[in-house]
């Protein structure tokens, strides 16, 4: 009879130093709940931050904490600075300022009717759904007896959006009637003509109407995942 023997190459304590170092490596593994949790390019799949598209990225890249990019500390929110392209927290809040946060726009705080901006006749440019479910607020007077057109354009980042255009009385500070609406793009291509939001409505001489935009994506803005969604806004 033959004796067959298989031998392994290496030794013993190899084969547990490598065991240890694989067993280290998965326990280092990020954990998440959901995508945001992760670093650009990653994903969340059974509570961990794995490569879920492309080439695989390099080891440990998945490990990483997602960070908000920035080119100047005025892409950061408060609390935060820029340093070498990333908002990082200044040490400054207690708790913890959160850097993946997009800072507000200038136009803030016109959360409600009674903060909203003035449009003044000229496109308002820069604004931004900087927080989930954001809301912007702008009043308009209307000189005339017309069909105005309230119009999103210059879309950066994805930004879904209802614009809902209200009669409004300014001396109380009160909501009239709902007169004009969207949800929809202008176009359904994927082109960039196509992306466009229009609502237009009659509107009477000497009045004022209140204009309210809402971000409809259900998501947060901020960290690499999720840029900032922008959008410049123009009325005629």
């Given amino acids: 009879m033959l004796a067959l023997f298989v031998v ?3 030794s013993v304590e190899e084969a547990t130093l490598q065991s240890e170092a694989l067993a280290t490596q998965e326990s280092e593994l990020r954990v998440c709940s959901t995508d945001l949790d992760c670093v650009s390019g990653c994903g969340c799949e059974g509570g961990q931050c794995i490569s879920v598209f492309g080439p695989p990225p390099p080891a440990g890249y998945c490990d990483q904490a997602p960070v908000r990019a920035c080119t100047t500390g005025a892409d950061c929110t ?16 207690s708790p913890p300022a959160n850097c993946l946060l997009a800072p507000p726009d200038s136009y803030e705080s016109d959360n409600t009717h009674t903060t909203a901006s ?5 496109p308002q440019l820069n604004h931004s759904f900087h927080r989930q479910n954001d809301v912007d607020w702008v009043l308009v007077a209307t000189p005339i007896n017309q069909v105005m057109t309230v119009e999103t354009y210059n879309l950066r980042n994805g930004p879904w959006m209802r ?6 009385n300014y001396a109380t ?8 609406s969207t949800s929809s793009t202008i ?6 003509s196509c992306f466009v939001y229009r609502a237009t409505a009659n509107v009477v001489a000497n009045g ?17 995942y999720t840029p900032t969604a922008k959008y410049d ?4």
């Fill in 8 to 10: 392994g190459c290496g």
């Fill in 78 to 93: 408060s609390g935060c600075n820029c340093v070498s392209n990333v908002c990082v927290n200044d040490g400054g809040f």
């Fill in 118 to 122: 003035s449009y003044l006749g000229t």
């Fill in 163 to 168: 614009i809902d255009i209200y009669a409004y």
């Fill in 173 to 180: 500070r009160t909501l009239g009637s709902l007169v004009g």
């Fill in 187 to 192: 176009c359904s291509q994927i082109t960039p």
């Fill in 208 to 224: 004022v109407y209140a204009v309210k935009i809402t971000d409809t994506r259900g998501r947060p803005s901020g960290s690499d």
């Fill in 233 to 236: 806004l123009k009325m005629y």
